[in-house]
């Protein structure tokens, strides 16, 4: 299994405080990824990373930023969690493009919006 | 834009028996095509993908798909099913973006096994 580990994997807060999920990875791969789960939407993606201070949106990256400062960590920040942020968080990485490599997923993170 | 729809949203198939998993998407160009497997509680593995080349593609675990562009589809298929089968799985069609591969992820199927 690849090095990939979340932090926590089980979250309860109340809307409007602030939340960061932490993705730690151990394979050196350049590309990192975060993407929500929902019923009924598959994944979706909120924001990706190409390295080390390069980051951009993806499809659903409203009230999300992210932070890579070094490689082996992408940290995914609610600034003000609401309650339709509840969801399910998975981490993902790849060691480049998608076409040619594959793009290995964390155990996920849980997360509860009071 | 790219889409996917996995119209059958749950499966229930006896231990033993062949499985299809359908998939079609929406694409204007030549797709890059993926399933994933979720077991429960844990993140997404890759089972299989297609890029081009030979449209029967063999993936991990006996599984294997077959893209037909006539039809758009990516369907899934296991000749024998496995009680260890049981999970969610998701086709997805990706795409290449300028600084990433983008993948757009259908809703999902969920598979039951009977033993």
């Known amino acids: 299994d690849a090095g990939i580990t979340q932090s926590p994997r089980h979250k309860v807060t109340e809307t409007g405080t602030p939340v960061t999920l932490r993705c730690h990875q151990t394979?050196?791969?350049?590309?990192m990824y975060w993407y929500r789960q929902d019923p009924g939407h598959g994944l979706r993606l909120i924001h990706y990373?190409?390295?080390?201070?390069?980051?951009d949106k993806g499809e659903v990256s409203d009230g999300y930023s992210v932070s890579r400062s070094k490689t082996e960590d992408f940290l995914l920040t609610l600034e003000s969690a609401t309650s339709s942020q509840t969801s399910v968080y998975f981490c993902?990485?790849?060691?480049?493009?998608?076409?040619?490599?594959?793009?290995?997923f964390g155990p996920g993170t849980r997360l509860t919006v009071l | 834009a790219q889409s996917v729809t996995q119209p059958d949203i749950h499966i229930t198939v006896s231990e033993g028996a062949s499985l299809e998993l359908r998939c079609n998407y929406s694409?204007?160009?030549?797709?890059?095509l993926f399933w994933y497997v979720q077991s429960p509680g844990q993140g997404l593995q890759l089972l299989l993908k297609?890029?081009?080349?030979?449209?029967l593609v063999q993936g991990i675990k006996g599984f294997e798909a077959e893209f037909k562009r006539s039809q758009s589809s990516f369907n899934l298929r296991k000749p024998s099913v496995h009680w260890s089968d049981a999970a969610e799985y998701f086709c997805?069609?990706?795409?290449?973006?300028?600084?990433?591969?983008?993948?757009?992820f259908g809703p999902g199927t969920s598979l039951s096994v009977i033993p």
């Open positions: 993902a990485i790849s060691s480049g493009r998608l076409t040619t490599d594959t793009q290995y």
């Open positions: 997805a069609v990706g795409a290449m973006e300028t600084s990433y591969d983008k993948v757009i």
């Open positions: 694409y204007g160009a030549t797709p890059y």
């Open positions: 297609y890029f081009s080349g030979d449209t």
């Open positions: 990373s190409y390295g080390v201070k390069d980051t």
């Open positions: 394979e050196n791969h350049r590309y």
